[in-house]
């Protein structure tokens, strides 16, 4: 269009004549045809590439798509059987290393117990004594490489024998052992110099408040007693808890175990470390238990009241079963969750419902008894554990 109002423009002005200009024209003329002609092949030539280069682009993304599902198939594939693999290992290695440290652990507080309770007899002295107690007095004991025995007595007195061994010559019991009293309490404290150990045996009366133990390198054992309240707090040392009953106990000890058999207590607090926690037979209302690097062995539910039961279990490196008794008055339910670990669920007698997940680093379920939800009478488990297993089956 320039190029025709600029020979028109020349035209005007003289420049050039009719028949030049026409020549122009129709030179200009043929020149656009061309470059018209021209662009259109160009425009054309290049769609067709663009179709040829879409055809090559869409068959290498095909066969890169196919490449990239296979692969992620594999991957995905592969992953899950190395997520497998390795929780396998891992909850192999977890239980290696829980019974290890159990069984050194055992091994050690066997030796410090026989260490306690036998020791080197050069020197071994034996005293007994007896309080009178009102009712519903409070009983403490504090020692140190002495093991405390504790059972019951049918008189009203207070009975407490101390074996003491020692390579010391010619010592002073009442020197080293004090003992505390007011007309509602009495505490016994020990001591004697590092040369000594032994153990100490009390026999309670019945009607007692509070009885709190404290004692390290040396075992807890508590047999057929009957207190409001009980603690117990020691260290390398096992503590035992055989046909107590109380309203709260709370025992809590490392590199050791505890052993709850034919308890009772409206409120239960079992702690350790390196240790395994055993709970046969018996009646709690709420508990909680928890250790590391040891098992959980829960062998029979059952609760003292009518009041909704609350179980929480954690441990780490180290395997949680649950026994489960045969109810039809109180229904349960438990939450199982465990990393690197499996849950196993076996109850062919029992009428329960199983909702289990399982994921490549962590499995967790749900088991809850048929008619849970219509009774008022209900136990909640709460089981965690790491590295290790969940065994759910019923009580034989």
Request: hydrophobic content about 35%; aromatic content about 8%.
């Amino acid at each position: 269009m320039e190029e025709k109002m600029l020979i028109l423009k020349m035209l005007q002005e003289g420049k050039i004549t009719a028949e030049e200009a026409h020549k122009l024209l129709e030179a200009v003329g043929k020149n656009n045809a061309d470059f018209e002609t021209d662009a259109r092949k160009n425009e054309k030539k290049f769609e067709e590439k663009m179709q040829e280069l879409q055809q090559k682009a869409n068959k290498v993304a095909e066969k890169l798509g196919s490449t990239l599902n296979t692969s992620a198939e594999k991957f995905s594939s592969n992953s899950e059987k190395f997520g497998d693999d390795f929780a396998k290992r891992m909850e192999a290695f977890g239980n290696d290393i829980a019974d290890s440290a159990v069984k050194f652990t055992d091994r050690m507080v066997n030796y410090l117990g026989n260490f306690i309770d036998v020791g080197y007899d050069k020197y071994q002295y034996n005293k007994n004594y007896h309080y009178e107690l009102a009712d519903n007095a409070e009983i403490s004991v504090d020692t140190c490489n002495f093991a405390v025995f504790v059972n019951p007595t049918s008189e009203n007195n207070l009975v407490l024998n101390l074996y003491v061994n020692t390579s010391i010559p010619n010592l002073s019991i009442e020197e080293y052992f004090k003992v505390s009293q007011t007309d509602n309490s009495i505490s016994f404290k020990t001591q004697f110099p590092s040369r000594t150990w032994g153990k100490i045996e009390v026999m309670l009366p019945k009607h007692l408040s509070n009885l709190n133990i404290i004692t390290t390198n040396g075992k807890c054992e508590l047999m057929d007693i009957t207190v409001d309240n009980i603690e117990s707090n020691t260290s390398n040392g096992r503590i035992s808890l055989i046909n107590c009953q109380s309203k709260t106990i709370e025992a809590v000890t490392s590199n050791g175990k505890i052993i709850a058999s034919g308890t009772a207590a409206a409120f239960a607090d079992l702690s350790t470390s390196n240790g395994k926690i055993e709970i046969d037979n018996c009646k709690f209302d709420k508990l909680d238990a928890k250790t590391s690097n040891g098992s959980i062995i829960l062998d029979g539910i059952y609760k003292m009241s009518s009041l909704e039961g609350n179980y929480n279990l954690r441990t780490s490196n180290g395997k949680i079963v649950i026994a489960l008794n045969n109810s039809e008055t109180c229904g349960c339910m438990i939450d199982a969750a465990t990393s690197l670990g499996s849950i196993s669920v076996d109850l062919p007698q029992l009428n329960y419902f199983v909702d289990k997940k399982s994921f490549t680093m962590q499995s967790t379920a749900q088991i809850k008894s048929a008619n849970f939800d219509s009774l008022d009478d209900k136990i909640i488990i709460n089981a965690h554990t790491s590295n290790s297993s969940i065994v759910i089956d019923a009580k034989k």
